[in-house]
């Protein structure tokens, strides 16, 4: 067996956090990534040999278990330090995913999270359905079609389909007015009352539709037509 340093015993140049400040995170290893953020080894262990044995159980195991069975897999591991990992792999995710956590609690958020998030074309009308969880955090989006400046062509079938392959649990659609006021037509109106039917047979919840300006809203559900 070849051995190994200690982080005690490597060059201070060469100890991961002095390595991450001179180069760069991206250099580092796994294993000294995650002793930078364990911060330091258990009785009788040096950091290093703890993180190696932390990335040796696999991230996917690691994110599967709860704090209590890290602390009984991974010997040393102590409570603040699972949390530690937990807290860095949740980040990470969010990171990766930009609707994570997102959670949308009333029509405000609902036209906030569109402006932010969803690229228009202001010359055209759009149609974008919003797919939820069952606690209203957002899953993805989808402009479901795209037509002219005073005019658009769907089917409730065209925004279900995006719900059936989302999984989701509720929906909440969109469509933006270029030219004119935040107010339904009478064919914005029938389309929504056809699209709750679609979605009640097929269990899903239809939370609102709402029209969009380039600095207002309108919310069907706000209105009494939901």
């Given at each position: 067996?070849?051995?190994?340093?200690?982080?005690?015993?490597?060059?201070?140049?060469?100890?991961?956090?002095?390595?991450?400040?001179?180069?760069?995170?991206?250099?580092?290893?796994?294993?000294?990534?995650?002793?930078?953020?364990?911060?330091?080894?258990?009785?009788?262990?040096?950091?290093?040999?703890?993180?190696?044995?932390?990335?040796?159980?696999?991230?996917?195991?690691?994110?599967?278990?709860?704090?209590?069975?890290?602390?009984?897999?991974?010997?040393?591991?102590?409570?603040?330090?699972?949390?530690?990992?937990?807290a860095?792999?949740?980040?990470?995710?969010?990171?990766?995913?930009?609707?994570?956590?997102?959670?949308?609690?009333?029509p405000?958020?609902?036209?906030?999270?569109?402006k932010?998030?969803?690229?228009?074309?202001?010359?055209?009308?759009?149609?974008?359905?919003?797919?939820?969880?069952?606690?209203?955090?957002?899953?993805?989006?989808?402009?479901?079609?795209?037509?002219?400046?005073?005019?658009?062509?769907?089917?409730?079938?065209?925004?279900?389909?995006?719900?059936?392959?989302?999984?989701?649990?509720?929906?909440?659609?969109?469509?933006?007015?270029?030219?004119?006021?935040?107010?339904?037509?009478?064919?914005?109106?029938?389309?929504?009352?056809?699209?709750?039917?679609?979605?009640?047979?097929?269990?899903?919840?239809?939370?609102?539709?709402?029209?969009?300006?380039?600095?207002?809203?309108?919310?069907?559900?706000?209105?009494?037509?939901?």
């Amino acid at each position: 067996m070849y051995e190994e340093k200690s982080i005690k015993k490597l060059p201070k140049d060469l100890r991961p956090r002095e390595k991450l400040s001179r180069l760069g995170a991206e250099v580092l290893s796994e294993e000294e990534l995650v002793a930078i953020i364990l911060g330091s080894g258990s009785k009788g262990e040096d950091v290093m040999s703890l993180a190696k044995r932390v990335v040796g159980v696999g991230w996917n195991k690691i994110n599967s278990m709860s704090v209590e069975q890290l602390t009984k897999e991974i010997k040393g591991l102590g409570f603040a330090k699972a949390c530690q990992l937990k807290a860095v792999i949740e980040l990470s995710k969010r990171i990766n995913d930009p609707y994570s956590g997102f959670k949308i609690s009333s029509p405000q958020e609902a036209y906030r999270f569109v402006k932010e998030k969803v690229p228009l074309d202001e010359r055209r009308e759009h149609l974008i359905a919003l797919y939820l969880t069952p606690t209203n955090k957002v899953i993805d989006f989808e402009i479901v079609a795209i037509g002219r400046m005073n005019s658009l062509y769907a089917e409730p079938k065209d925004i279900l389909y995006g719900a059936i392959k989302n999984g989701c649990s509720s929906i909440i659609i969109f469509h933006n007015h270029p030219k004119g006021e935040a107010k339904p037509s009478k064919e914005d109106i029938e389309f929504t009352r056809r699209l709750k039917q679609a979605c009640q047979l097929l269990g899903f919840d239809l939370l609102d539709h709402i029209i969009l300006t380039r600095d207002d809203y309108y919310s069907m559900k706000a209105n009494g037509h939901l």
